[in-house]
């Protein structure tokens, strides 16, 4: 919600000694190895390599705005932008701001708390049935044959305005399993299982509905992500093939508007921009110029209604996207702790890496936003998002049983884990996967199967220690 304001991390350039925020394009790409550049922490310390997990957009926050802290080279015109974009995002939108009739969270900032991942309603008590509120989620809904109800869309809008009904309520109770390590110490991994009730419409046959519930994403390093190099995603693609780990990650190619995309966002990897547009159509119920129709359209209750509109104009939208790609990215925290240490070679005993891609490159040509604004200061940098951005098959456990883009049921993205130590400081709660069932690092790891499942044995096999350790570096990301 980035109230607290900018933090003083301080980039001097020692070689030419010029700023880097007021370097030109053609110094920055001549200047732009990581030995030219020094970066200091929050005490004035010259910060160690492996902490910059954005290069000069890394930020050394550790409080509960960690995620929400603009980069160093948000200055001038693009600051004030910046912050008119956290507004647009964090404050909540009104009927008179468009929102509704039906929708499912009344500003960004409602799910993605702190540019994070709000705890939803239904993980808020330890078991036993969720809540039927606003609960933080994507409830996609859709039939076994891979369509949509009539009277539904793809997400099922819970939330709406005053005089119309919401589209249903979500539902949840778990199951729960326990396991052992080889040294005896024992594991529960909870299975989540969903069910919807109040239907606004036509009820819906339960044996044809599918019910694929998403927890937010962090929004750690948006930016770079967008800005990711789709040659280097295709030659790690192609390289990214382990028979011996049966490991093998899949490129995500969507066709949108005409051209062909790898897709980078989202857990399937099924988006190839930051969705600005959709998440106000869909999310909110914002009419915009990519999507000018209420969602609701077609409802038998939304007789009458006006449909057709805008609700937010692009320059406003570019605004949010500037907000999310100029994000810093927070720096790693005690990678000198000799835990830390083991935990990270245990990362890479446990073969974690060939998924959780710990170093990547932004390309070279500047990312463009919703209304042209252009962003330079992304490109060739060294980034440690430790993901390869690629689809992989994560076995019959986590399986949502319904295609995405390119995806598979069964496949999903190697989630990055940049920032992920600092969930629990942001959010207020430590839980992971693409549905937020592990309730910490360990229960994730352990739900890993599939191209996962020889990840999982390692890890299993490891004592206590260095379990432990492995847990303590990722604190540390
Ligand atoms: C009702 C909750 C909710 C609201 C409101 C919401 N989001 Fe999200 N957002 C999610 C969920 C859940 C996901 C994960 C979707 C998936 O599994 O791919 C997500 C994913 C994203 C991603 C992809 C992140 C990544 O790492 O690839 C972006 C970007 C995003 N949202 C932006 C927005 C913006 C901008 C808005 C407001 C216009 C918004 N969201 C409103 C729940 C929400
Ligand atoms: C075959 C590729 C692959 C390997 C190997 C792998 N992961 Fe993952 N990891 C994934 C994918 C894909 C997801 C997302 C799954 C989901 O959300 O359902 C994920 C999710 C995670 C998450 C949850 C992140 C979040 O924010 O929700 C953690 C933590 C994690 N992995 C850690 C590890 C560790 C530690 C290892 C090694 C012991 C490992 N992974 C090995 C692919 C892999």
Redesign the pocket.
């Known amino acids: 919600m980035g109230r607290t304001g900018r933090l003083n991390n301080t980039i001097s350039h020692y070689v030419k000694g010029v700023a880097m925020l007021v370097m030109s394009v053609a110094t920055l790409i001549a200047c732009s190895t990581d030995d030219d550049i020094v970066i200091k922490d929050q005490y004035g310390n010259v910060a160690a390599a492996e902490q910059l997990s954005a290069g000069t957009a890394t930020v050394f926050n550790i409080g509960n705005s960690a995620y929400d802290t603009p980069a160093a080279w948000v200055t001038g015109d693009l600051l004030t932008r910046f912050y008119a974009g956290d507004r647009l995002y964090d404050n909540n939108r009104g009927t008179e701001g468009g929102k509704g009739p039906v929708f499912a969270g009344s500003s960004c900032g409602s799910c993605h708390n702190n540019a994070g991942r709000t705890l939803p309603s239904i993980y808020t008590r330890d078991s036993g049935s969720g809540a039927a509120g606003f609960s933080s989620q994507l409830v996609y809904i859709t039939r076994q044959n891979g369509t949509h109800f009539r009277q539904y869309g793809r997400v099922l809008h819970d939330q709406s305005i005053v005089g119309v009904a919401a589209e249903g309520k979500l539902h949840a109770y778990f199951t729960e399993q326990e396991f052992q390590f080889p040294d005896g110490e024992r594991y529960v991994l909870q299975t989540p299982h969903y069910e919807i009730s109040e239907w606004y419409a036509d009820s819906i046959d339960p044996k044809d509905l599918i019910v694929d519930v998403h927890i937010p994403l962090?929004h750690v390093g948006m930016g770079q992500i967008m800005a990711l190099d789709p040659d280097e995603l295709r030659r790690l693609a192609v390289q990214s093939n382990y028979p011996e780990?049966g490991?093998s990650?899949r490129l995500s190619l969507i066709n949108e508007r005409n051209r062909q995309y790898v897709g980078v966002g989202g857990?399937k990897a099924h988006h190839a921009d930051l969705t600005v547009e959709l998440g106000f159509s869909s999310d909110l119920g914002v009419k915009n110029d990519r999507y000018p129709y209420e969602v609701s359209e077609g409802q038998s209750q939304m007789l009458g209604y006006s449909h057709y509109g805008m609700e937010i104009t692009t320059r406003e939208m570019e605004d949010v996207d500037l907000y999310m790609s100029a994000l810093g990215v927070p720096a790693r925290r005690n990678v000198n702790d000799a835990k830390v240490k083991r935990g990270e070679e245990n990362?890479y005993k446990?073969?974690?890496q060939?998924?959780?891609t710990p170093t990547l490159h932004t390309r070279q040509d500047a990312p463009v936003l919703l209304n042209g604004t252009r962003l330079p200061w992304l490109t060739n940098q060294t980034i440690h998002p430790y993901s390869d951005f690629l689809l992989?098959d994560?076995g019959a456990g986590?399986d949502n049983h319904v295609r995405a883009g390119s995806a598979y049921s069964y496949e999903?993205?190697?989630?990055p884990?940049w920032g992920?130590g600092l969930?629990q400081t942001v959010n207020g709660h430590t839980r992971?996967?693409?549905?937020g069932r592990?309730r910490n690092?360990v229960e994730?790891?352990m739900?890993?199967d599939?191209?996962?499942a020889?990840?999982?044995e390692?890890?299993k096999r490891m004592g206590k220690e260095d379990r432990d350790a492995?847990v303590a570096f990722?604190n540390s990301l």
Do not use: P
């Not at 999903?412 to 989630?415: A, E, G, I």
């Not at 992971?432 to 549905?435: G, I, N, P, T, V």
């Open positions: 962090r780990y490991i990650g857990n990362f446990a073969k974690c060939l998924c959780h992989h994560m986590l999903w993205r190697t989630t884990l992920v969930q992971f996967l693409h549905d592990a690092f994730a790891i739900w890993h599939g191209e996962g020889v990840s999982r390692l890890f492995v990722l």
